[in-house]
């Protein structure tokens, strides 16, 4: 993780020389790094290019604020056009002048039609409406079974034929509708290729019948750079007039999001977070962006470090660490630091993939006050030399701030593991490997992100690497 | 998690959060505190050309083997590689490898371009492996990849083989899913052992092998409910129905990965993480009947050394197809 995390950030938290206005050349070394980083991301080639050049033209000569380099100051332009790009986060449903709202979702094969369309009429139920589902998937086996399951999970009555063509069906549906006095109509429809031209003119066939207020088009967020081709073609033929980002509980970065805002120019109504049906958010373009580009709430992060620690002190605490000196007293008094600056959570939040890497473990602030109550029953002399702590003096700690002996061996054990990266971290001069931070054998599992090593030479060598390329250019 | 782990996690975050805060607040003209790592030679080597902007592709590579050997054209094909999926880090050192070669004109690039990738996909083995009996598939992937559909073109390719098959539904989660595998059984006429929803998909694994085994079936495929690669429930789930049919079958002939097309960067994250629980070692390419490469593949086949041995072509349950490096590659650079 945080070899990524290096890597991307590597020009930008280089000296680039000089303050003020930013430069072409600080432009190109910076701008290098993002381009990376959004293909990676999977955000279309194309649509990556006309980004870079927006952000060039924004940022081109603009002045650097006072607490960033040039470098994070072009990630801010970056971070902010991303999040321009991704639309504003209260996109809400259409209001049909009268009812029912008619929404109908469509996509490619897989992409999470069926569960979306259910979630959906979970919201609007629980927001007091009276949806229905119409089942107008025919063609995968089946469909209509899922969807019913579906509707009986959260109440909502599905409407279904088992043997009819999509648009007769949906004609009967909206007939039902009426009858049945329901507010929202919510059609899931069959998926389909985008160059599939029978099952685009049924689906065309639906719209115009359905006439439907809200057409969904639903984007799996691990789509790769076929999102442009897959948006172009759905809005060849039907009128979309929203997004809903499925599968965001995955680890991509998710950059079809931009491919398909920038294709479609919708917003992004919703993004699904999991299979339960309740696991439906509204889409946060802030968040989105952040995630594809992989820095932008890092910044974030040095904005509230700065408030709560000075170089000074950074700097002595760096030395601590590389003399292999820092202690639970360091730590202890580090640790109420961070907690001014946010709840634990969200500060993780800020780096890319740290919570992915922590196994998505779940820490609250009260796991943060055991620890401290923990570090707080040592004496002074076990905080500054931990190897002292034996087997009764785990005991009196356990007892002393009301946890148990095994707790306090873990913490060690973790503290002791940690202290040791960092040393070597320190002195070397590379950014850790979350991995090595951990105790390997807290999380179980294979199932971690595969990480390669993160190199830890000496710096002026890596320079000397950077300088070589530049000549190449 | 107990609470060792969980103060395990809390120390190593705070730790993390310390050793970034430092770096950062120590970043002002210091260059020893340089973040900069050292990197190996694809970053480095894409520095000479990169930062161009310029309009959505069109055309992509029509026309562009024929015309002269130039930056533009560089440029132009390694963009046409990230296009189909391939990475921009694998498609940079592709056009390095190519651009080795020294081809003399356009047409010798993509001639040397075609070697190059084709040598990069050909696996080791793209057989259909019957080492046991009852034989054993298991067929996994994310969610709506096309497990479900792929195993009944299996099915399918196996009667064609003169093979009897049984389904096992193992897919308890999903809805409709155990329908959905019942459906093809009966238009396939093939055994289907049934389960409830939400009913351990390790024991029904174990039921349709029971199944293969008391009507003398020569293959069991095993569906199972797609899943995020980053879910740990789930994957260890997956591990316990590995597990289960390797203490029945003794081994499982063949676990296939089920990858979609469509899928970008991070379908080798997943592969990665499939291959950490199951003995994965063969993987459906499904939906390139569409518009898109799949060229994923390539850096899937470069990280985990399992092959793609099919491609799945459309809905019906003859639309499976094996896998053809060569053929592959010539539709990449269409
Ligand atoms: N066009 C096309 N569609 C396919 C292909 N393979 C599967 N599909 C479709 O993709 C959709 C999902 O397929 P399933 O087989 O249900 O996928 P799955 O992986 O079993 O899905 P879950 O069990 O929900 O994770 C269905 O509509 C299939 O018809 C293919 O090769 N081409
Ligand atoms: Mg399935």
Same mark, same amino acid.
């Given at each position: 993780?945080?070899?990524n ?16 206005k930013?430069?072409e050349?600080d432009?190109?070394?910076?701008l ?6 959004l293909l ?5 080639v194309g ?5 870079l050049?927006?952000?060039r033209e ?5 002045e650097?604020?006072?607490?960033? =380099?040039?470098?994070q100051?072009?990630i801010?332009?970056?971070n902010?056009e ?12 259409a209001?049909?002048?009268k ?10 094969q897989?992409?999470?039609?069926t ?10 139920k629980?927001a007091g409406?009276?949806?229905i589902?119409?089942a107008? @998937?025919?063609?995968?086996p089946?469909a209509?079974?899922?969807l019913i399951?579906?509707?009986?999970r959260?109440?909502?009555p ?18 039902e ?8 109509v919510?059609?899931d =429809? ?22 439907? @207020?809200? =057409?969904l088009?639903?984007v ?5 750079q ?11 033929r039907i ?6 980002m499925s ?9 079809a999001?931009?491919?398909?805002r ?9 993004a ?7 696991q439906f958010?509204?889409f946060?373009?802030?968040?989105m962006a952040?995630r ?6 890092v910044?974030?992060?040095?904005e509230?470090?700065e408030?709560a ?7 002595r605490?760096a030395?601590k ?5 820092f202690?639970l007293d @360091?730590?202890l008094?580090?640790m109420?630091k961070l ?6 959570k969200q500060?993780?939040?800020m ?9 998505g473990?779940d820490v609250?602030?009260a796991?943060l ?11 002074a002399?076990?905080r ?5 702590i @034996?087997?009764?003096?785990?005991q009196?700690?356990?007892r002393?701030s009301g946890?148990? =002996? ?5 913490l060690?054990?973790?503290f ?6 960092m040393?070597a971290v ?6 850790p490997s979350l ?13 971690a992100?595969?990480q ?7 710096v ?5 690497v ?6 190449k250019? | 998690?107990n ?7 809390v ?6 959060l ?6 950062f ?8 505190t340089s973040l900069?790592v050292?990197?190996?030679?694809p970053?480095?080597?894409?520095s ?7 309009n959505a592709?069109?055309?992509r590579?029509?026309g562009?083997?024929?015309g002269?050997?130039n ?9 046409t ?10 498609s940079?050192r ?7 070669s ?6 010798a690039?993509?001639t040397?371009l075609?070697d ?6 050909t696996?080791p ?10 034989? /054993?598939?298991? /067929?996994?992937?994310v969610?709506?990849?096309g497990?479900?559909?792929s195993i009944a073109k299996?099915?399918?390719r196996?009667?064609?083989?003169e ?5 096992g ?8 899913a155990?329908d959905q595998l019942r ?5 396939l006429?093939?055994?289907? /052992? ?10 029904v694994?174990?039921?349709a092998i029971?199944?293969?085994?008391a009507?003398?079936?020569d293959?069991?495929?095993?569906d199972t409910?797609?899943r995020?690669?980053?879910?740990k ?7 316990k129905?590995v597990?289960?049919l390797?203490?029945?079958a003794?081994e499982?002939d063949?676990v296939m990965?089920?990858v979609d ?7 080798i ?5 499939f291959?950490g629980v199951?003995?994965?070692n063969?993987?459906?390419l499904?939906k ?7 060229g994923?593949?390539?850096?899937i086949?470069?990280?985990t050394g ?7 072509v459309?809905?019906s349950?003859?639309?499976l197809?094996?896998f ?11």
């Open positions: 993780m945080f070899d995390l290096t890597n991307r950030f590597s020009d930008v938290f280089r000296q680039i020389s000089g303050k003020g930013i430069r050349q432009l190109d070394e910076v290098r790094d993002v381009r990376m980083a990676e991301a999977d955000v279309n649509v990556a290019g006309n980004l050049r927006r952000v924004r940022a081109l000569g603009s650097v604020q006072q607490s960033l =380099t040039p470098g100051q072009i801010k332009v970056v902010e991303l999040i321009q790009t991704l639309g504003s986060d209260t996109a809400e449903l209001k049909p002048t009812p029912p709202l008619i929404i109908s979702m469509v996509g490619l897989g992409s999470g039609k569960t979306s369309a259910g979630k959906l009429a979970k919201q609007l629980d409406k009276r949806p589902l119409v107008a @998937d025919l063609q995968r089946a209509i079974e899922q399951v579906l509707g009986e959260v109440g909502v599905v409407y279904s034929e088992q043997k009819s063509k999509p648009a007769r069906l949906v004609k009967a549906a909206l007939k509708a009426d009858r049945m006095g329901n507010d929202v919510i059609i =429809t069959a998926g389909r290729l985008q160059i599939d031209k029978e099952l685009m003119d049924e689906l065309a066939d639906v719209s115009k019948v359905a006439q439907p @207020d809200e =057409t088009l639903v799996d967020a691990m789509t790769g076929v999102a442009v081709d897959v948006a172009q073609g759905f809005l060849d009128r979309v007039t929203g997004i809903v599968k965001l509980d995955g680890d991509a970065r998710g950059g999001a931009i491919s398909v920038e294709v479609t120019g919708c917003p992004i109504k919703f699904g977070v999991g299979e339960g049906l309740d958010e509204v946060h373009p802030e968040r952040s594809i580009l992989g820095m932008g709430d910044l974030t992060l040095i509230k470090a408030t620690f000075d170089e000074e002190e950074a700097e605490t030395e660490m590389a003399r292999n000196e202690d @360091d730590f008094d580090q109420s907690r001014k600056m946010g709840p634990l500060l993780l939040g780096i890319p993939g740290a919570s992915a890497a922590l196994a473990a609250d602030e796991d006050s055991r620890v401290e109550a923990i570090i707080r029953s040592m004496t002399a076990e500054s030399n931990p190897n002292l @034996d087997k009764s003096r785990k009196r700690i356990a002393g946890s148990t =002996t095994q707790a306090v061996t873990a060690l054990k973790q002791g593991q940690a202290k040791q990266m040393s320190m002195s070397g001069g590379a950014m991995e090595a931070l951990q105790n390997p054998g807290a999380f179980g599992g294979g199932v992100t595969k390669r090593p993160v190199q830890t030479g000496p002026r060598g890596q320079n000397r950077k300088g070589k390329k530049k000549k250019k | 998690m609470t060792g782990e969980i103060l395990g996690v120390v190593a975050s705070v730790l993390l310390i050793v970034v805060g430092v770096f607040i120590r970043r002002p003209g210091r260059e020893e900069v050292d990197r190996p030679a970053a480095v080597s894409l000479s050309r990169l930062a161009k902007t310029r592709l069109s055309g590579l029509s562009l083997f024929g002269p050997l930056d533009a054209f560089w440029d132009q094909l390694e963009e590689l990230i296009a189909a999926d391939i990475g921009p880090v694998t940079a592709i056009v390095d490898q190519v651009k080795a020294k081809p003399v004109d356009g047409q690039a993509r040397s075609r190059e990738m084709v040598a990069g996909l696996g083995d793209r057989s259909f492996h019957m080492t046991t009996r009852p034989s /054993v598939i298991l /067929v996994v992937g969610n709506g990849t497990k479900t559909t299996l099915a399918r196996l009667q064609h083989e093979k009897r098959v049984v389904l539904a193992a897919d308890t989660f999903r809805a409709g155990i459906m093809w059984a009966d238009r006429g093939v055994e289907f /052992v049934d389960a409830e929803t939400g009913a351990d998909p390790a024991s694994a174990y039921r029971e199944r293969a085994r009507t003398d079936a293959v069991v495929i095993v409910a797609g995020l690669h980053n879910n429930n789930l994957m260890e789930q997956l591990a129905v597990r289960v390797e203490r029945e003794g499982i063949n990965l089920v097309a469509t899928t970008g960067q991070n379908g994250v997943q592969a990665e993480a291959v199951a003995p994965v063969g993987i459906i499904t390139m009947d569409g518009t898109a490469k799949g994923v593949v390539a850096a086949e470069h990280e399992v092959p793609v041995r099919f491609i799945g459309g809905e349950m003859d639309d197809v094996p053809e490096p060569a053929a592959f590659v010539d539709a990449l650079l269409d």
